[in-house]
Nanobody
Framework: QVQLVESGGGLVQAGGLLRLSCAAS????????MGWFRQAPGKEREFVAAINWSGASTYYADSVKGRFTISRDNAKITVYLQMNSLKPEDTAVYYC??????????????WGQGTQVTVSS
């Protein structure tokens, strides 16, 4: 069982930056791939970024590539999403997720409760 708690969301102006954190419980965190997803009002939840168990492999949605960076600290059982050059279209609730297999689909076993990110123009 893995429990995930996101933090770091907030209101920021376009061009600004935020860093989201996802703190996990459980001693097996280092065995899990982690993903970040987001869901804007009236839209489906979509993939943002993913990282494998060791942190050696990362994947990004085209819409965030070059602006967002996913990383993890297995000692702190935390995964991060550094978001730079934010745009109004990045406004959404951001969720972290964990699964034993790395995927860019929604097929993750564990999900956090989400944190709101709002980017003003």
């Amino acid at each position: 069982q893995v429990q995930l708690v996101e933090s770091g969301g907030g209101l920021v102006q376009a061009g600004g930056l935020l860093r989201l954190s996802c703190a996990a419980s459980g001693r097996t965190f280092s065995r899990y791939a982690m993903g970040w997803f987001r869901q804007a009002p009236g839209k489906e939840r979509e993939f943002v970024a993913a990282i494998n168990w060791s942190g050696a492999s990362t994947y990004y949605a085209d819409s965030v590539k070059g602006r967002f960076t996913i990383s993890r600290d297995n000692a702190k059982i935390t995964v991060y999403l550094q978001m730079n050059s934010l745009k109004p279209e990045d406004t959404a609730v951001y969720y972290c997720a964990a699964d034993r297999e790395l995927t860019m689909t929604l097929d993750y076993d564990y999900w956090g409760q989400g944190t709101q990110v709002t980017v003003s123009s």
